[in-house]
């Protein structure tokens, strides 16, 4: 299977817990996001790389959430001091840059549930 | 800012029906537009897409043009089947941004 994977596909933590997702994108795919999708809405875009670089943030990523993309493939997003409305679907999506760039493919998500 | 407004669903159907899932949408520039599927349990899958004004979008027997003068990418099938079942969502990225704006998505339950 060469499509996106995530890492793990669900996750219960309690508040106040620090829990990390981590995203492997398709290989050769130099851009990758990450989006959350609360029940009932639509993904919401939360923050993009290119290669290694994060090149975009939305304001819904507060302090407590961090991305990296250290070698420019995988990709962690972590959530410190988790609150229970940071309960949602985290979707990690990749593309190229070039070609079929509009195109985003998308992985399974991570399912948090903060208790 | 960008944005899309879909139907409210749940849309319910029977097999063989004609399907029209409205999606409108409000940008900045020249998006380009897509449809999303969702079935049950599965991640995101993109069903198909347009970039650029009168463009026709089709898979699966799905299609969708993008209409730049009434600001719509309305997603139809001529038959559908229980198969369909689904949540489907309209989505547009602009030219100079990176991010997929999606709307709230529309449920669809077809039935024998």
């Known amino acids: 299977d060469t499509g996106v994977s995530q890492d793990p596909r669900h996750k219960i933590t309690k508040r106040g817990q620090n829990v990390t997702f981590r995203c492997d994108p398709i290989?050769?795919?130099?851009?990758l996001y990450w989006y959350r999708q609360t029940l009932g809405q639509g993904p919401e875009f939360l923050t993009y790389f290119q290669n290694e670089a994060q090149l975009e943030k939305s304001r819904l990523l507060s302090d407590r959430f961090s991305a990296e993309r250290p070698k420019g493939s995988f990709s962690t997003l972590e959530i410190q001091r988790t609150e229970q409305g940071d309960s949602a679907m985290y979707l990690c999506a990749s593309s190229l840059s070039r070609g079929e760039g509009d195109t985003q493919y998308f992985g399974p998500g991570t399912r948090l549930t903060v208790l | 800012g960008n944005s899309v407004t879909q139907m409210e669903g749940p849309v319910t159907l029977s097999e063989e029906a004609f399907l029209t899932i409205n999606c409108t949408y409000t940008a900045t520039g020249y998006p380009s537009l897509f449809w999303y599927v969702q079935y049950p349990g599965e991640g995101l899958q993109l069903l198909l897409k347009?970039?650029?004004?009168?463009d026709k979008g089709s898979n699966k027997g799905f299609e969708a043009t993008y209409r730049k003068e009434t600001t719509s990418f309305h997603l139809e099938k001529g038959s559908v089947q229980v198969s369909d079942s689904a949540v489907y969502f309209c989505?547009?990225?602009?030219?100079?941004?990176?991010?997929?704006?999606f709307g709230t998505g529309t449920q669809l339950k077809v039935e024998l």
């Open positions: 347009a970039t650029k004004a009168d």
């Open positions: 989505a547009l990225k602009t030219g100079g941004g990176n991010k997929l704006t």
């Open positions: 290989s050769e795919h130099n851009r």
